[in-house]
Every structure is written in structure tokens, then in C-alpha cells.
């Protein structure tokens, strides 16, 4: 049996092997054609937000311009689901001014699906800052049909679920471009389809999405920062980046606290050692059991006594 399960195996190691080196000869022989989005996809732009790094802290004024520009722009497309309105409090606004966002009608004007308690049917109300922000859409079959069968992202998570995080945010609102002409001489039949844009950011470069951010202007900030286009995308980039994790400045001030625990045990232990065993390593073992000189001794002697040589 040992001999017959050797012999499968061995055979099996052997049609891998040769797979392996054929599949390896066919790859030189003919190497793969290069695509369109291999050579003009880029990587994200180089964009600094106040939140990067170990010691980086959310600008709540900058969140709060990017709330703005996600109200009037963003969200009549993409839905912010996992988000409440009563989380805006981390970007400095207080119960009250929540209350009225949320459910005034003049700045968040998408009311809530509910059900009307006098018929059973279905209804809207305005929005709780207990509610989650709701969706411009009532299903998807509906997002689809109003958007060329693409079905826009759900924006909450979005930072955490692309490669650059913000900086693809930001790269995607700011990348929109026509098509290079060096693109269409090497790839004649990568050309944009009608109702899609050319974005080399993008990873097929082709997206639905036509550009939300296109003049200055677009938004009249409340504090009176200019409204540019780059201004614009920075904003909102840096507010999804807070809508992905809202709880970042206190995870900073914890590593903060845990690193100074650390760096305090790791000085007590030094210390403790210093105290406890850094002054016995140093004094000296006396040799012990047949390799003392004093044993020798008596051994050799007791040796030569009993006229045993060696």
C-alpha cells in the first residue's frame, strides 16, 4: 500500500512540475498584452489631511466645510448609512444645532422612510439625529435606474475600502480629464463608452460618475474659506475619512497612553534587574563536583594509593 500511495504521489508531483514549467514557457513565448488600465492608471495624489500620522487630529472646521459640500453635492447620489446624524457632535456641533440640520428642511432635505400609524402604508418624516442619514434612493432598482444601471457606493466606509483612502477620494473628485490621445493611438479600443468619464484614478479609468466638483463657487462655505474645486475635494475627502473612523483622535490619545505604560515598565524592569540581579552576575561561581582542583586532587591521590594508574 506505501509503495502505491509513493507511486500516486510521485506522479502527482510530477504532472505538477510539468504544468508549472509549461505554463512558465508559454508566459515568455507570449507574454500577456498590456491593457489600457495597466499603463495609464495612476496611483493617488500626494494630499495632506490634519489627521495622518500617529499624533494627527480631525480639523473640525474642515469636517464641518466637508459636511457641507457631501449635503449639497454627495448626497444626492451616494447614501452615509452607517452614520447618525447625532455622530456630527464629534465635529463640534452641539444638540440643538443637530435637531435642526437633521430635521428643518434647510439643509437636509431627504426625509426618513417611515410608515403613517393612521393607514399602515408607507411614508417619509423628517429626520431624527437618532436616525441614520437616509439613503437618496428608495432600493436599488431605483439607484440603477438613475444612474445608467451603476449603482452608486455607499460613502461611509469608502476611505477604509479603497488603496489611498482619502488621498483616492480626493484624486477621483479632482482627476476627471478627456481621454489622452496617447491612449486611443495604443489602445483603440479602450475609447470611454457614451454616459461614462475618463478617470485615471478610477480603476478601469472609465466610471458612471460625471464630476460632482466642476467650478468655484459650487458651495458657499459659512466660515468663508474660497470655494475652490481642490479646496472642495480636500474637504469632503477629509470628512469621509472622519465618517470611516470617527473615533480616531481618541485611538491616537490611547496609543499615547499605552506607549508612556510601556516605556514606564520597561524602565521599572531595567531598574528592578539593576537592583536585584545585575550585582550577582558578576560574582564569580566557584567550580564544583569533579572538576574542582581540590576533587582532582583527592582523586589523583586516592588513585595513586589504591595503585590504579591512569
Known amino acids: ?86 455622530d456630527l457632535k464629534g465635529l463640534g456641533y452641539n444638540e440643538a444645532q443637530i435637531k435642526n440640520y437633521a430635521g428643518s428642511g434647510q439643509y ?49 466606509l469608502i476611505t477604509k475600502a479603497r488603496e489611498g483612502a482619502g488621498a483616492y477620494v480626493y484624486s ?3 482627476g476627471f480629464q478627456p481621454q489622452p490621445a496617447e491612449l486611443l493611438k495604443r489602445f483603440p479600443d479602450a475609447k470611454t463608452p457614451p454616459n461614462l468619464h ?10 458612471a460618475m460625471p464630476p460632482p466638483l466642476t467650478t468655484e463657487g459650487q458651495v458657499t462655505y459659512a466660515d468663508g474659506t474660497k470655494p475652490t474645486v481642490d479646496q472642495m475635494a480636500t474637504d469632503v475627502a477629509a470628512f469621509l475619512v472622519w465618517t470611516a473612523e470617527p473615533k480616531l483622535n481618541a485611538r491616537h490619545q490611547y496609543g499615547l497612553v499605552a506607549l508612556a505604560i510601556l516605556l514606564f515598565a520597561t524602565v ?24 574542582d582542583p581540590e576533587n582532582q586532587a583527592k582523586r589523583t591521590r586516592a588513585r595513586k594509593k589504591a595503585g590504579v594508574k591512569g
Open 1 to 86: 500500500m506505501r509503495i502505491i500511495l509513493g507511486f500516486i504521489g510521485g506522479v502527482f508531483a510530477v504532472v505538477l512540475l510539468i504544468s508549472l514549467f509549461s505554463n512558465l514557457a508559454t508566459y515568455f513565448r507570449a507574454p500577456p498584452a498590456e491593457l489600457a488600465q495597466s499603463v495609464f492608471h495612476r496611483e493617488p495624489k500626494e494630499v495632506h489631511f490634519s489627521s495622518d500620522g500617529p499624533f494627527g487630529k480631525f480639523d473640525k472646521a474642515q469636517l464641518q466645510r466637508g459636511l457641507q459640500v457631501y449635503t449639497e453635492v454627495c448626497s444626492a447620489c451616494h447614501s452615509l448609512k452607517l452614520v447618525a446624524f447625532r
Open 108 to 156: 437636509w432635505k431627504t426625509e426618513v422612510p417611515s410608515i403613517n400609524p393612521d393607514t399602515g402604508e408607507p411614508a417619509t418624516r423628517k429626520a431624527l439625529p437618532s436616525d441614520n442619514f437616509p439613503s437618496p434612493y428608495a432600493n436599488e432598482v431605483a439607484a440603477r435606474a438613475a444612474n445608467n444601471n451603476a449603482l452608486p457606493p455607499d460613502l461611509s
Open 172 to 174: 477621483l473628485l479632482t
Open 198 to 207: 475618463y478617470n485615471p484614478y478610477f480603476a478601469n479609468l472609465n466610471l
Open 268 to 291: 521599572m524592569g531595567y531598574l528592578a534587574y539593576q537592583e536585584l540581579w545585575h550585582g550577582a552576575k558578576r560574582k564569580p561561581v566557584a567550580p564544583v563536583g569533579p572538576l
